[in-house]
């Protein structure tokens, strides 16, 4: 009788992430890990060693948002620890990452093994799904099941431990296959169809209304519905917002689009939302963001129906007045047959929006022309629009930062005016995790390599993620960055001036860094901008470089109008 074949557990881990299809792979090279490392290398899977932990779990939440397809975060015990803060950003944007660890041994567990730590339960309020494999033989089922529970329903990222004794011990090749599920590819996911009795009310409360628009969030995203709702919005002339903090289901181009649904980053969502008789959400969350779904931002006399895909995502909008279980994209195409337009509503918003624009443009072209004439250093808004100038229909824009981030929407929406089609926009999600952008930027560039990736960061968010460039470098994705340098954490520093009793700022200030010279220092592509003239041609040689490069801009601090707008002097604490 020929005896099966035997192999590591940490290979067996690797087999498994292969069959299901895993391309984007990151790490910081452990001890823990070398059998699964091993067996990456054998099933000849991709895997990018990072500088850092956290890095590599950004990368994986970069690459998973674009992609929309789960990607592979390996770590150690200890790593597990630097990893927690991108677990955290993953959690906050329902990004499906799969969080390994190569954790302490399994026969010794409770007494104090080698870098022993409870990662099992850290993670656990921080995922959909979090448990240890205890039995080498399961080693495919455990991969099974967390990867159902990233992508069915809500998605989200998950988190497995592979302890180090059955990472390293051998079982057989074919382990734990001779039970079901027999196929252990990536197989499709189960969708929620809407039940009719429930469908049918809410398509008449819209059919009925008299200005209706919609709200969508990451649940469209997840589904890969946002052509369907491109198309709801466009043939019904329906208005459609964003939830704030998170990838924007469609560009500003969209003829439907509106802008967020956020009265400080986007002015006329208010009239538009208070105005309105019927909201309805898809994919969203009746979270902070949307205050609970209460006064004063959904009025309390406006009907509020809540689309979500899954019950998880239902159960945090129980104060809807009416709900309904249902695949976004099912629920959207049956929106699209309500046979009703509503053009006037749906002209308003649009002039809305343009008057908005123009608004800020003039409002700019007058502070801009200040600048030149008084030798102030650029506004950041300034700084963001001349940025998208000198960029391409398709390229990636990503922002990360307070204020940088707050200037940087508004620059959008005036870029898109002027005729601009960005391939996509990234940023800090749903817990403002500021340090994200340099990594967002590789994922996008590896991605989408014949497109350019820009990066517009605050010098506070650089200084908290910037060691992820070595990536860039190592991996050969060049990246565009340029720094918003500002001095300080310029966000916080505002909040101070108007909340303590002197009216100053503390401990929010930084040395004048030469970003620049640290990139070129690396190997990149680095310049100085202290004026508006100097800008256009330093981003165009960047660009030609072909080099991972860094534009530090001095720019001036401006308080962008959610922090203003939220931030009353000894009355606010936070942005809230």
Not at 67 to 73: A, D, E, I
Not at 165 to 192: H, N, Q, Y
Not at 444 to 466: E, Q, R
């Amino acid at each position: 009788m020929t005896e099966k074949k035997q192999i590591r557990g940490g290979a067996l881990l690797a087999q498994a992430f292969k069959k299901k299809g895993v391309k984007h792979a990151f790490t910081l090279a452990g001890g823990f890990c070398n059998p699964a490392l091993e067996g990456f290398m054998e099933c000849q899977m991709p895997v990018i060693n990072c500088p850092h932990e956290q890095v590599a779990g950004h990368l994986a939440d970069g690459h998973a948002r674009i992609t929309r397809k789960p990607t592979l975060c390996l770590v150690g015990p200890e790593g597990f620890a630097n990893a927690v803060p991108a677990m955290l950003e993953a959690w906050g944007e329902r990004s499906p990452v799969i969080f390994v660890t190569g954790s302490s041994t399994l026969k010794r567990q409770g007494s104090g093994g080698f870098k022993e730590i409870d990662d099992v339960a850290i993670a656990a309020p921080l995922t959909k799904y979090s448990a240890q494999i205890v039995d080498g033989n399961r080693i495919s089922e455990f991969v099974d099941r967390a990867w159902k529970a990233a992508t069915t329903g809500y998605p989200g990222p998950v988190h497995l431990a592979l302890p180090v004794d059955i990472m390293f011990s051998s079982f057989p090749e074919d382990a734990g296959l001779d039970e079901r599920p027999f196929d252990r590819t990536d197989t499709p996911v189960p969708r929620a169809w809407p039940d009719p009795s429930a469908l049918g009310p809410i398509l008449d409360t819209i059919r009925n209304a008299e200005r209706p628009l919609i709200i969508a969030g990451h649940g469209v995203w997840w589904s890969k519905s946002e052509s369907k709702l491109d198309a709801a919005g466009t043939a019904l002339r329906m208005p459609v917002y964003n939830v704030p903090y998170h990838i924007k289901n469609l560009g500003e181009a969209s003829e439907c689009y509106m802008g967020l649904a956020d009265f400080h980053q986007y002015h006329p969502s208010k009239p538009a939302i208070h105005e309105a008789d019927v909201v309805v959400m898809v994919g969203c969350r009746l979270d902070n963001q949307m205050n609970f779904g209460n006064p004063p931002f959904i009025l309390e006399d406006t009907k509020l129906i809540c689309v979500n895909g899954s019950h998880e995502e239902l159960d945090y909008n129980h104060a809807a007045d009416m709900q309904l279980l249902s695949d976004p994209g099912a629920f959207l195409d049956a929106l699209a047959g309500v046979g009703k337009t509503w053009d006037n509503w749906f002209d308003l918003q649009v002039q809305r929006r343009s008057d908005w624009v123009q608004e800020w443009s003039d409002h700019i072209a007058e502070e801009s022309a200040t600048d030149l004439a008084e030798g102030r250093k650029m506004h950041p808004l300034q700084l963001g629009i001349d940025v998208q100038a000198e960029m391409n229909d398709g390229d990636w824009l990503i922002f990360d930062g307070g204020n940088t981030h707050f200037w940087n929407e508004i620059g959008v929406n005036i870029a898109a005016k002027r005729g601009l089609k960005l391939g996509g926009i990234l940023h800090p999600g749903n817990y403002s995790l500021l340090g994200v952008g340099v990594s967002f930027a590789f994922s996008a560039k590896n991605v989408h390599p014949d497109k350019n990736a820009v990066l517009i960061t605050g010098d506070g968010a650089f200084l908290s993620g910037g060691l992820s460039v070595e990536a860039c470098f190592q991996e050969n994705v060049p990246i565009i960055i340029v720094v918003d340098n500002n001095g300080g954490l310029d966000c916080i520093s505002q909040q101070q001036e108007r909340l303590f009793n002197n009216g100053q700022h503390y401990a929010t200030d930084f040395r004048d860094i030469p970003f620049h010279a640290m990139c070129e220092g690396l190997g990149g592509h680095g310049e100085l901008v202290t004026n508006r003239e100097e800008f256009a041609p330093a981003m165009k040689r960047a660009i030609a470089s072909g080099k991972t490069a860094c534009i530090n801009v001095k720019c001036r601090g401006v308080i962008s109008p959610i922090v203003a707008a939220t931030s009353d002097k000894r009355d606010k604490a936070s942005i809230e």
